[in-house]
C-alpha cells in the first residue's frame, strides 16, 4: 500500500467507525485498482464478522459505496435489535 492509499484508508476508517458507532473493528481494509476501484473491508459489528465491498469510478465513489453499505449493515442491526428476529 502506497503513501495515499494508506491515507485514504485511514480516512475511510474513521468515517466508517462514525457510521458504524462504537464497538466497531476494522480487521482489514484493501483499495485495488485506479478506476475503477474496489474497496473491501473486513470488520467486526455487534460481535460477528463482517465483510463490506464496493466499487465504484474513482476512490471517492467507492469510497462512498462502503460507508452507504455500512449505513445499511447499521440500520439492519438497529432493526434486529428493535423487532427480532422475524
Known amino acids: 500500500m502506497n503513501d495515499a492509499e494508506a491515507q485514504l484508508a485511514g480516512r475511510l476508517a474513521i468515517d466508517l467507525e462514525r457510521v458504524l458507532g462504537t464497538g466497531i473493528l476494522i480487521e482489514d481494509l484493501e ?42 449493515l447499521r440500520l439492519e442491526g438497529a432493526f434486529w435489535q428493535i423487532m427480532g428476529p422475524i
Open 31 to 72: 483499495i485495488q485498482g485506479e478506476g475503477p476501484v474496489t474497496i473491501s473491508v473486513a470488520c467486526l459489528v455487534d460481535g460477528r464478522s463482517r465483510e463490506i465491498h464496493a466499487e465504484g469510478e474513482s476512490a471517492m465513489d467507492a469510497m462512498s459505496n462502503v460507508i452507504r453499505v455500512a449505513a445499511e
